[in-house]
């Protein structure tokens, strides 16, 4: 699904060049859920990044479901975004002023979905996280654990190849830690390619295999 | 692009910061209700002055003659010069047509008196010509005919302060009013609403005046000429004015920059320059009032500014779940516009409400009817409509540009 070679990326501040990742490679494969972990300054964040098509690379390939994602203007990373990709952030990143339901709808609605298809799609996917009676809700009206599945539901309603998870338990508590995880479990074995960024080793037990990131190389 | 879920959104924004939004919205309003009020205000300004010229006809000439100002050909200055029956004469003839004209004596004061009762007032000599020049509105009876300049009539025509004051409110036509001691006849009564001195006036037939008022050394002054010059357009009322005032001026040995010896002033200029003046101010209003919103618009920008950097990682987000540029471009504009056309509108409300309300309260000569004109609503709607996508832009573009990478960095 997912195939690196030789990935360089370099940051610029100022006059410093920074070369976070230097000649990364590894292989993803379709259905595999992995963890990526490292420390901090070891790359793992623009790595991440990069595999969501939100910033480009400097020079190798990344190749993702068969497709070339080398030089991609904005618009074209956008589609595959929306095609490919779904997300789940730490800090949830839901909308504050919009109920569970529209915040899982967001995404449709930037495919030109119509307002009751959305809806319907959404309300479905609220199902399978367990929250179709949390659907009206504003996000500061739930738990951290209850935002994190809308936002997996939210990540899963474009019917994404692959799902990019930032530290997804990094701001919940054990027990919620672990309902998640095994939410995000289920979703695997439906199919869907996984990528959790981690620097909690139970996390990453409980993943197929685990990426090890060092100064911007695997190790 | 207005549907539902764009009102939902702008509604949201809105409601995130109530009271930011009604500052900024505030200061868009104000600026509209500045315009609109100060706009209506100079229109009954307008509308004032022109109904006290509507009240002088607009088409005359009026000549009259005083002292000189400088020495002419042996003259000294300060000299008086009187216009006689003859140049009067020679002057008709001298123009192509005279269609209305009126001769003028004036006495600031006689005493005049019915049935004991006695106060002075001031009276006007004239011929039948000077009601369609003085644009008199009769109340009862007639005006002063030809027949009585033609037969030395003792007849009167008095203003409404006359009947006021003299008459106690009385209908005076058909009584006898004694003059300085001499009966005439009052055969017509006039009421000038624009006027206060006018309604005091009493007129004669001029030919009368001239015999009884006079004595014989000045048996023949004309004091004043008013000639009407019906349709003549402007221009050439003013050439015409011009060459007949240099002919006036060489006939009395007035010398031609002496600005006192001999006048003739137009109407139409004064009312030209009425109109000039008018225009100014409008000038100067409309200059005030875009100001103003320019002002506001620069409010809205700033707002929009701090608004774009607060929705940082929520735009953040939106571009990294398919968010298009012109999608967040949109989010931005019409918030901004939304923001515009609402409290223009209401300043556009207060604004027309208020001068309605005042309106009626205003009853002053130079002040009628305050209104506002309506495409100037619509005027200031379509620059307030451009205003708030212009203020939109800039802060738009920012948020373009911003990169879900950065906007999402949990550090």
New interface residues.
């Given amino acids: 699904m997912i195939k690196l070679q030789n990935l360089r990326k370099s940051y610029t501040t100022g006059n410093q060049k920074l070369e976070v990742l230097k000649g990364l490679s590894c292989h993803v494969k379709e259905g595999e859920i992995v963890a990526i972990m490292g420390s901090s300054g070891s790359g793992k964040?623009t790595l991440l990044?990069i595999l969501?098509l939100?910033?480009g690379f400097d020079s190798g390939e990344y190749i993702l479901a068969g497709e070339s994602m080398s030089g991609l203007g904005?618009?074209a990373a956008?589609?595959y975004?929306?095609k490919f990709l779904g997300?789940v952030?730490?800090?949830f990143?839901l909308?504050?002023?919009?109920t569970a339901i529209e915040n899982v709808a967001?995404?449709l609605?930037?495919?030109k979905v119509s307002?009751k298809e959305r809806t319907a799609t959404a309300m479905e996917y609220l199902k399978k996280v367990g929250l179709e009676d949390w659907a009206l809700h504003l996000p500061n009206q739930m738990s951290g654990g209850q935002k994190q599945r809308v936002a997996i539901a939210?990540a899963l309603v474009?019917k994404p190849k692959v799902i990019l998870a930032?530290?997804p338990t990094g701001a919940l508590d054990s027990k919620t830690s672990r309902e998640v995880m095994t939410l995000l479990r289920e979703i695997n074995k439906e199919g869907i390619t996984m990528i959790i960024v981690t620097h909690e080793h139970d996390i990453a037990a409980l993943c197929d295999r685990t990426i090890l990131l060092s100064d911007g190389l695997i190790v | 692009m207005f549907n539902r879920d764009t009102w939902l959104e702008i509604a949201n924004t809105v409601m995130t910061h109530p009271m930011r939004t009604f500052l900024t919205g505030l200061s868009i309003a104000l600026g509209v209700f500045i315009l609109v009020v100060m706009q209506g205000l100079g229109f009954g300004l307008q509308n004032g002055v022109k109904s006290q010229f509507a009240d002088d006809a607009v088409n005359s000439v009026w000549v009259d003659s005083g002292r000189t100002q400088l020495s002419y050909r042996g003259n000294k200055a300060n000299r008086r010069i009187k216009m006689r029956e003859n140049d009067v004469e020679a002057m008709f003839q001298q123009m192509d047509t005279v269609e209305v004209f009126s001769r003028r004596i004036r006495i600031w004061g006689l005493p005049m008196e019915y049935r004991d009762k006695q106060i002075y007032f001031p009276m006007r000599g004239v011929d039948p010509g000077h009601q369609e020049l003085e644009n008199t509105t009769l109340t009862g009876g007639r005006y002063i005919s030809q027949r009585d300049v033609d037969e030395e009539r003792k007849v009167a025509v008095v203003g409404n302060n006359i009947i006021e004051d003299l008459y106690d409110n009385a209908d005076p036509v058909g009584t006898y009013l004694m003059i300085q001691g001499v009966q005439f006849m009052v055969v017509g009564t006039f009421n000038d609403p624009a006027s206060r001195w006018e309604n005091k006036m009493a007129y004669l037939p001029f030919s009368t005046a001239q015999k009884i008022f006079r004595n014989k050394n000045s048996g023949d002054v004309v004091d004043q000429v008013i000639v009407g010059t019906g349709s003549m357009p402007i221009p050439e009322t003013t050439n015409m004015t011009a060459s007949l005032l240099s002919w006036f001026k060489e006939r009395k040995v007035v010398h031609p920059d002496d600005a006192r010896g001999i006048t003739m002033e137009n109407n139409n200029e004064e009312y030209e320059r009425f109109q000039n003046i008018f225009m100014g101010i409008e000038l100067f209003i409309w200059g005030i009032g875009l100001l103003t919103l320019l002002a506001g618009a620069v409010g809205v920008a700033n707002i929009l500014a701090i608004a774009v950097k607060e929705r940082t990682k929520e735009i953040g987000v939106r571009k990294a779940l398919g968010a298009s540029s012109a999608s967040v471009v949109a989010l931005v504009v019409q918030e901004s516009l939304a923001l515009m056309i609402v409290s223009g509108s209401a300043g556009l409300v207060v604004g027309v409400w208020l001068l309605e309300l005042v309106s009626p309260m205003i009853d002053h000569e130079y002040f009628k009817n305050p209104q506002v004109d309506y495409r100037i609503a619509l005027v200031a709607l379509a620059i307030l409509t451009l205003v708030g996508v212009l203020s939109g832009v800039g802060p738009a573009i920012r948020a373009v540009s911003i990169r879900p990478v950065e906007a999402l960095r949990d550090e």
């Fill in positions: 964040s990044n969501g939100l910033d904005e618009r956008a589609k975004r929306s997300f952030f730490q800090s990143n909308i504050g002023f919009k967001l995404p609605y930037y495919q307002r939210r474009a930032d530290e």
